[in-house]
Each structure stands twice: as C-alpha cells, then as structure tokens.
C-alpha cells in the first residue's frame, strides 16, 4: 500500500487536515446561517401574503424592497 501525507502513523493530523476540518466547520456554519436567513425572509414573506388575502390589496402592497435587482444590500461582494 502507498503511504500517504495522511498517514503519518503517529495518529496525529497534519497541517492540512486541520485546516480543511476547520474550513468544513466554517462553511457548515456559514450555509446554517443564510438558510436561517433564507427561511425567516419566507416566512415574513409568507407572513404578508396572509395579510393581502384576510384585508384585500393588491401586491403592491408587499415590501420586497430587498428582493429587487438593483437593491445595493444584494451586492456585497465584487
């Protein structure tokens, strides 16, 4: 069998290994938090539909002003 840098025999983890465990860790928490987002933006979503159906009005009535294209809070990153 091939011995690889992941086997180091002393069962102690390289350099690389606890920076891709802790990269996983990073992401796992980072795709936790914008799914919380992405289910709190749908419930108040959700939330106002209820209200345009029980008091009449249109859609216009609905605040999606973070849902609109040229909304800078969109545009974080480059």
Do not use: W
Request: hydrophobic share 35%.
């Amino acid at each position: 069998m091939v011995k690889t840098d992941r086997d180091s025999g002393g069962g102690e983890a390289s350099g690389m290994d606890l920076l891709r465990d802790e990269l996983v860790d990073y992401l796992g928490a980072e795709v936790g938090h914008l799914a919380d987002k992405v289910g709190d933006k749908l419930a108040d979503l959700t939330d106002q539909l209820f209200d345009i159906a029980e008091n009449g009005g249109g859609l216009s009535a609905l605040d999606i002003r973070g849902c609109q294209r040229n909304d800078t809070r969109m545009r974080q990153f480059p």
